[in-house]
């Protein structure tokens, strides 16, 4: 062979190896520098909710496993097998319902006309019907809901818990679910069978639940306070719900709930107060110096049931937590939360309570009213340092709406916008612990027409009972 004919062979040789190499290099991304993440959201206008309320424009989030673990503007450097392009949308934190019934879902408009006495009273004759089952089945339905209409996580008080936190296993939500307990010799002892079963699942926290209130006394109260320290559980209770409460406990034991639940220590706690309605001025004062007290605002359902809603601007005013819930929906009608922040920013344009605790003129400000629904939501129920924000760090819990839908256009203030005009169903995605648990309005795992026809089914047995 030539010298010139072994030049050309070497020549060839080393551009087919280095073309090889090139190859290799571009099907195993050898050069890619980026960061492979699980799920990468690019160019959305993200609502932080952050300590400064930062905005970001053409944003991106960078997800893996549970958590966000970065957030940025314009370019970003990282990679993913699931991108999704948030153009034209608003990504948020998800919201935190702070206190409802899930599993009320049957009752839906059972009983739209008597107030609260009575309709607790017909309530609780058509919930001795509910099996086990059931509850599992309207919990599955109440979390659909909910999740079609933005929340992510949810403050939960009601029977059959077990069937409750299967639920929340089978749709992926965050919850707070109420821990079974009774009495023995005085002595309050938790179910640690249902603590064992679900106290590994990262979506699911605990809490214990004296209901009602009326019903315990000074020392049981005290032994609920130790099984919450015991157990590092938030206390959940209904409380200023009527006109009634009081006078009851005053007959009962001398002395009104509020300070009730400040002798037996249970203030010290965190602890979540649903409703609200009756406190007096000294009493919000009371409240507002514990730092771990936080109140659940039910709006809509206190106006229908009561006609008469938390004085929430002074409580605020006063410094204290203040999230937002629903209630059930066989109160509340619904389990959408952008129904009671449309509610709260209509009906708070004026100042209902006296002059000098107004926040100011027009009420509560649009972005107060979203932080209401999400990182002071998370505040109220112990969980902000992992949701409530898009921030590092934190749980990927997250939801995103379509500011492209013909009610939310034009959009000249975004928090205006999420309170007058968003409902639940301008929500398309929602992620909750860093999984993607609806898209494109498609909730995942969840079979929807079966749940709707055990509910049915549920429906004809109220029925069935009612004739």
Not at 3 to 18: D, E, G, H, R, T
Not at 219 to 241: C, T
Not at 368 to 392: P, Q, V
Not at 412 to 436: E, F, H
Request: net charge negative; with cysteine.
């Amino acid at each position: 062979m030539s010298q010139k004919a072994l030049y050309n062979q070497i020549i060839v040789s080393v551009l087919f190896v280095v073309l090889a190499v090139i190859m290799f290099c571009s099907i195993y991304n050898v050069f890619d520098k980026k960061d492979s993440v699980d799920i990468l959201i690019e160019n959305a206008t993200i609502l932080t909710l952050n300590k400064n309320s930062e905005i970001i424009y053409v944003g991106w989030i960078a997800i893996k496993g549970e958590e966000i673990i970065d957030i940025g503007e314009g370019e970003n450097n990282y990679k993913s097998k699931n991108i999704i392009d948030a153009n034209g949308k608003v990504v948020m934190p998800g919201l935190v319902n702070t206190h409802t019934h899930v599993a009320m879902a049957p009752f839906r408009g059972i009983d739209d006309i008597s107030k609260l006495s009575q309709w607790l009273l017909n309530i609780n004759k058509y919930e001795k019907v509910l099996t086990a089952e059931d509850v599992y089945w309207s919990a599955l339905f109440g979390e659909m809901e909910m999740i079609k209409s933005g929340t992510t996580t949810f403050n939960d008080m009601y029977f059959f818990e077990e069937s409750i936190a299967r639920s929340v296993q089978k749709t992926g939500m965050r919850a707070v679910v109420d821990i079974p307990f009774n009495f023995e010799n005085d002595r309050a002892e938790i179910d640690d069978d249902f603590l064992s079963k679900f106290e590994n699942i990262s979506t699911i926290n605990f809490s214990i639940t004296p209901n009602p209130l009326v019903n315990f006394s000074e020392d049981q109260l005290k032994e609920v306070k130790r099984i919450a320290d015991e157990n590092n559980l938030i206390i959940h209770i209904h409380i200023g719900e009527d006109w009634q409460e009081r006078g009851l406990f005053i007959d009962r034991y001398g002395r009104a709930p509020i300070e009730m639940l400040s002798d037996a220590g249970i203030l010290e706690n965190k602890i979540v107060l649903a409703h609200a309605v009756n406190f007096s001025p000294e009493e919000i004062d009371s409240l507002a110096s514990n730092e771990n007290v936080g109140i659940s605002f039910n709006p809509k359902s206190n106006y229908k049931l009561l006609g008469q809603t938390a004085s929430v601007q002074t409580m605020l005013n006063k410094g204290l937590v203040v999230g937002i819930g629903t209630d059930g929906v066989g109160s509340s009608n619904s389990l959408d939360m952008f129904d009671q922040v449309n509610f709260i920013a209509f009906t708070s344009r004026e100042c209902l309570s006296k002059k000098e605790y107004c926040e100011n003129e027009s009420g509560i400000s649009p972005e107060r009213i979203i932080r209401m629904a999400t990182i002071d939501g998370a505040k109220t129920l112990g969980l902000e340092k992992k949701i409530g924000s898009i921030e590092k760090g934190k749980r990927a819990d997250l939801i995103l709406i379509d500011f492209e839908r013909l009610g939310l256009v034009p959009s000249y203030d975004v928090y205006a916008s999420l309170v007058y005009n968003t409902d639940g169903s301008d929500i398309t995605d929602s992620i909750i612990n860093g999984k993607i648990v609806m898209e494109d309005r498609i909730i995942k795992g969840v079979d929807e027409n079966d749940v709707i026809n055990q509910i049915n089914k549920i429906v004809e047995k109220i029925n069935n009972l009612k004739d």
